[in-house]
């Protein structure tokens, strides 16, 4: 079994859709959780960096991280089809290299 | 802040050639640098951790004479793909740990090579 699970996706939803994207894990050591955005054929870029359990808000971006369940998500409020990307989730211990889901793959149709 | 380069963007080598990819954080020290390897519509796999001043971490079934990786500097990290195959072929990606601020990896743009 993984440490990290990802839903798999593909994920298509239309322009100004809400998006939940998820990741579960069975290490507690984690203490550090991200969310990474990758355009095809380019680096991933993080896009949310959370620390221990609760909600993080960045423009239309939301990351929660409930600890307690071993879940994270990202949610994605008024989706633009420039969102369309592989987003991937990432967590680390302290201090470490970090784990990352497989990434769910998002398509915004206009 | 946390800008992370590489370079070169794209290669194209022979066969039985080596090729040298390097990666720069440009804005913050990095003790710690990853090499990872992506092929289309997958994910990540990393392929070794890079240490400033001692010796790489390979993955299992990563071959550390064909991938030889040097991490000169707390700046500067360099994967070189010996007598390259076409198999070799891959999108190669770096990544810079950052121990202050947002203690996480910020990647580099990677490079795309192909061996013909």
């Known amino acids: 079994q993984k440490e990290v699970e990802q839903d798999p996706g593909p994920l298509s939803v239309p322009e100004g859709a809400i998006v939940s994207l998820n990741c579960t894990y069975s290490?507690?050591?984690?203490?550090?959780f991200m969310w990474y955005r990758q355009y095809s054929r380019k680096g991933p870029e993080l896009l949310m960096y959370?620390?221990?359990?609760g909600n993080k808000e960045d423009g239309r971006f939301t990351a929660q991280v409930d600890k307690s369940s071993k879940y994270i998500s990202l949610f994605i409020r008024d989706s633009q089809p420039s969102d369309s990307a592989t987003y991937l989730c990432?967590?680390?211990?302290?201090?470490?290299?970090?784990?990352f889901g497989d990434g769910t793959t998002l398509t915004v149709k206009p | 802040g946390a800008v992370v380069s590489q370079h070169p963007s794209w290669v194209i080598c022979k066969s039985g050639t080596s090729v040298k990819i390097e990666c720069r954080s440009l804005?913050?020290?990095?003790?710690?640098m990853f090499w990872y390897r992506q092929f289309p519509k997958q994910s990540l796999m990393l392929m070794a951790t890079?240490?400033?001043?001692?010796?790489?971490?390979?993955e299992q079934g990563v071959e550390k004479d064909k991938f030889l990786i040097n991490h000169a500097s707390l700046t500067l990290s360099t994967l070189t793909v010996t007598s390259a195959h076409p198999e070799d072929s891959s999108f190669y990606i770096c990544?810079?740990?950052?121990?202050?601020?947002?203690?996480?990896?910020?990647f580099g743009p990677g490079t795309r090579l192909l061996v013909l």
């Open positions: 990432a967590m680390s211990a302290p201090p470490g290299k970090s784990t």
């Open positions: 890079s240490n400033e001043g001692s010796k790489a971490t390979y």
């Open positions: 804005d913050f020290q990095a003790t710690t």
């Open positions: 990544s810079a740990h950052r121990t202050s601020g947002e203690e996480t990896q910020y």
């Open positions: 290490n507690s050591a984690f203490q550090y």
């Open positions: 959370t620390y221990s359990s």
